[in-house]
């Protein structure tokens, strides 16, 4: 699977950004998706996950209520609505997929085979 995230950009704070990750690779669909970000000088961090089907996700406590992770697996590819944006959210957008045994594990960066090659995400105050 090949992962192709955008959709990054320059915001003020209150604002929204829609994130896409475009996949290629038949096995697609079979894969729970997940969203990490990293912000300069920090460890990349969970922000959402979504099961294969899209009928289970997971959020970080920073993203939840404000986050909206969502896939469209006849397309195929993988959103995150972000709303209500803080300078805090300023970070590398990464996306990733891979098998998964349990949805639980897939808040855990070290569960993700495959990743895209991250998209800007800059909020100003």
């Known amino acids: 699977v090949q992962l192709q995230a955008c959709g990054g950009g320059l915001v003020q704070a209150g604002g929204s950004l829609r994130l896409s990750c475009a996949a290629s690779g038949r096995t697609y669909s079979d894969y729970a998706m997940g969203w990490f970000r990293q912000a300069p000088g920090k460890d990349r961090e969970f922000v959402a996950a979504?099961?294969?089907?899209?009928?289970?996700?997971y959020y970080s406590d920073s993203a939840k209520g404000r986050f909206t992770i969502s896939r469209d697996n006849a397309k195929p590819t993988a959103y995150l609505q972000m709303d209500s944006l803080k300078p805090e959210d300023t970070a590398v957008y990464y996306c990733a997929a891979d098998y998964a045994n349990s949805m639980h594990k897939m808040t855990f960066r070290s569960a993700y085979k495959y990743w895209g090659q991250g998209t800007q995400v800059t909020v100003s105050s």
């Open positions: 979504i099961s294969w089907r899209g009928g289970r996700t």
